[in-house]
């Protein structure tokens, strides 16, 4: 039987002109090498590989290999194959300088921004474990475009794990996966400005990207005051063009705290009257440490809050994991509009993410993660309170950061202080959208970041640098 072409090597794409197979050949080499498309230390195919894809015999490739060889242009040596050599480009062509590049910004000594969580802490065992189990039992099916919505077998599990663990009411249908919260964000934007809505509110202090994304929808985005009880939802009846807004009620970030039942109440009334959506943005809901978890806002209106979580922190924001836990009427709306945005995670991951689900591993990770991140916040209390006592730490009742109040006027002199310590940590005012009433001076210390190794120091580092 002939062997199989294919499996004899790398495929070679070649433009060969004239009749003459060899010299046409040598030809081509010459000119896929001279234009840069075949790299110096590039491996070619094996000659009988070559030979089987041009259909011609194999010492006529083998000659012409051997003759490219023989001028320079080509390396050949037992084991490792034939390859493009280091001194192929002629002498007279002249060599182009690689483009400038400005200087490295230098990597910071030590890593306090909020937003990530402890990337060493990720469960790679069970999460390898969870993939094969996922893996050979996936359907054939599971490999091919599927539903925009993302694998059935995802939305399942995530309905079964938010209505236990956060409160919220989801059925499988209503579920859509996506890509990051960024992601479910545009597509959001999108259903909701093909519905006609002119803006959607957002809090004063916040991600500016999420600010962005709906901009970039074509939405307005005013803002909501921020007072000592958080984000005051009442403003909501003055703006009269608001058919959304986006909240972090459980924990605002960054600044800390839940939103109180009043106003939760008050955000979902005005949209029922207005028939607005709450965009719940629950990016830590799993970490609660001194204080009964807060419920999802959801919870209160499926029909009239959309849920967004993600994997981002919980897990680690590279699996691009997120999900949507939407309205009845939205759903295929904002399903349709993924077919037209073509982030989205792999079948694999989701399906890997579903077993993580079901076999318990996710939980005894959360659980896991949530005394890792007590402790820091404690160490990070009791060091602050030894170094610095005139300072006071908030937000600390859940979440991966805490604000720490500093004097007026010192938050930009000891943002200069700690860059110059090699300590990255964010300032209040790094958050504040661009017309919103300025907050008092403070740090945002995230404290999930530094391996275990390096949270000490980074500790230290912080407390130096506090006025």
Not at 152 to 159: D, K, S, V
Not at 247 to 271: K, S, Y
Request: hydrophobic share 40%.
């Amino acid at each position: 039987m002939a062997d199989d072409w294919a499996t004899f090597g790398a495929d070679l794409h070649l433009e060969l002109r004239g009749t003459r197979l060899r010299a046409g050949l040598m030809d081509a080499l010459r000119e896929a090498v001279r234009s840069g498309r075949l790299a110096a230390g590039t491996r070619l195919p094996s000659s009988r590989s070559l030979a089987a894809d041009l259909g011609t015999a194999r010492n006529t490739v083998a000659d012409a290999y051997a003759e490219l060889v023989a001028e320079g242009w080509l390396t050949a040596r037992q084991g490792s194959g034939t390859r493009v050599a280091e001194r192929a480009e002629p002498r007279d062509r002249p060599r182009h300088r690689p483009p400038t590049t400005p200087p490295a910004i230098a990597t910071p000594v030590h890593n306090l921004r909020a937003g990530t969580p402890d990337l060493a802490s990720f469960p790679r065992a069970d999460w390898l474990k969870a993939y094969r189990r996922a893996l050979t039992a996936a359907p054939d099916e599971a490999f091919g475009y599927g539903d925009p919505r993302g694998r059935p077998e995802l939305r399942t599990a995530l309905a079964e794990y938010l209505a236990r663990a956060r409160g919220v009411h989801a059925r499988p249908e209503r579920i859509v996966v996506c890509a990051g919260f960024a992601h479910g964000l545009t597509l959001l934007g999108q259903a909701l400005r093909e519905r006609g809505v002119r803006d959607a509110a957002v809090e004063s202090y916040g991600l500016r990207v999420h600010a962005d994304v709906l901009t970039r929808s074509g939405l307005g985005t005013p803002l909501l005051p921020f007072d000592e009880r958080g984000t005051d939802t009442g403003q909501l009846e003055f703006l009269p063009d608001c058919g959304a807004v986006l909240m972090t009620a459980a924990h605002q970030f960054p600044l800390g705290g839940a939103l109180p039942p009043d106003r939760r109440a008050a955000v979902v009334d005005w949209a029922r009257a207005s028939g607005g959506l709450v965009l719940e943005d629950d990016y830590d809901g799993e970490f609660r440490y001194d204080r009964q978890p807060v419920g999802a806002l959801q919870g209160l209106d499926p029909e009239r809050v959309v849920y967004l979580g993600t994997a981002s922190k919980s897990l680690a924001p590279g699996l691009r994991l997120a999900w949507m836990v939407l309205p009845a009427g939205l759903a295929d709306e904002v399903a349709a509009a993924r077919g037209t945005v073509e982030r989205a995670s792999g079948a694999p991951d989701q399906l890997a993410f579903a077993e993580f689900l079901r076999s318990g591993a996710y939980d005894r990770h959360v659980r896991a993660m949530r005394l890792r991140y007590r402790r820091r916040r404690d160490q990070l209390v009791a060091a602050v309170a030894a170094h610095a006592p005139e300072t006071r730490v908030g937000g600390i009742a859940a979440g991966l950061h805490a604000v720490l109040t500093l004097p007026p006027g010192t938050e930009r002199p000891t943002l200069r202080t700690a860059a110059h310590h090699g300590l990255a940590v964010h300032g209040v005012s790094h958050y504040r959208r661009p017309t919103a009433a300025p907050a008092p001076d403070g740090l945002v210390v995230g404290y999930a970041t530094p391996s275990d190794s390096a949270w000490p120091g980074a500790l230290e580092a912080l407390c130096r640098v506090l006025p």
